[in-house]
């Protein structure tokens, strides 16, 4: 798909910011190709990449052209995506970290169990963690933002989940590798896949219990291919997976001092905040859908809750010991939580 310069004046809103689009004549000097996982009809191309592609397209008069490749167009595999960033295979990617366990430990904290707020606070919070401690993991692309989506559910094809106990030998999605091991203490037996695995899975019996947002059920009509939905509520989520919406290097670095700054005027913090509060808001469209197909629903009781909590805390104990500054790291990612939690509800 190739992001269309308009004819006539078209209001676009990325980040909080609104402006009217010219038509453009003259040619493109700039051709980029971005690179994703999703459908077109996802809430994460419809509203969030596309969207940015024009704005990008409109602040530069037309002299940056995006074109857009939804559900893998250009090949490969998901966990290929940021590599393929990095290579310039693709110029701007966005993808699931915990798609490539061990690749980014340092924002792996972000997926530990019970961690997130909403997707916008904790997608403020991880963008300035990675701009203080992730240099290093990240120095082979231009980073254009990172996000989390808001926290996950549970979706069970035949049985309704109400205490750890249900999970035990069922066959779980795990979204990565700490939710693995988190799972695994409720002797679930956890099976790794991306997204887009999901539908298929589901339908030949590969997996009992979906584990994954409600924002995505409707796009991959997971609410059609499950009975019952249980969900985590509280100050903290069950998890959150963590994205890289990423540029490659010498991409970015092509582009003169103007054209850097219209990339760079739509990147970070403002972005981050606005992509997560696009995933709090479609959380309710997802959860919707899955109502009108007449499925089950179940909120966790406080008190199974906390055993849950209890029972995970293990995964969170490892995570310290084995990462290198795990304290100071995960101590930093509570407060940055905390510290945009309190913006937001100030703002609302």
Known sequence: MRIKTLAAAVTLSVAGLTLASPSFSAEAEYTFKLHHFLPPMSMAHSKFLQPWAEKIEAESDGRIDIELYP??????????????????IADITWTVGGYTPGRFPSASVFELPFMPASAKATSMAIQEYAEKEMADELKDVHLLAMHTHAPGSLHSREKEIKTGADLAGMKLRAPNKVMAEAFSTLEASPVFMPVPQMPSALSKGVLDVAVLPFEVVAPLKIHELVKHHTEIKGDRGLYAQFFLFSMNKDAYESLPADLQKVIDDNSGLELAGHIGALFDEYEAVGRQAAVDQGNSFYTLTPEETAKWKQSMQSVTDEWIEDTDEGQRLYDEAVDLIKKYEMQVSEES
């Open 71 to 88: 559900a893998m167009q250009l090949g490969g595999k998901p966990p290929q995506l940021f590599d393929q960033a990095r290579k310039g």
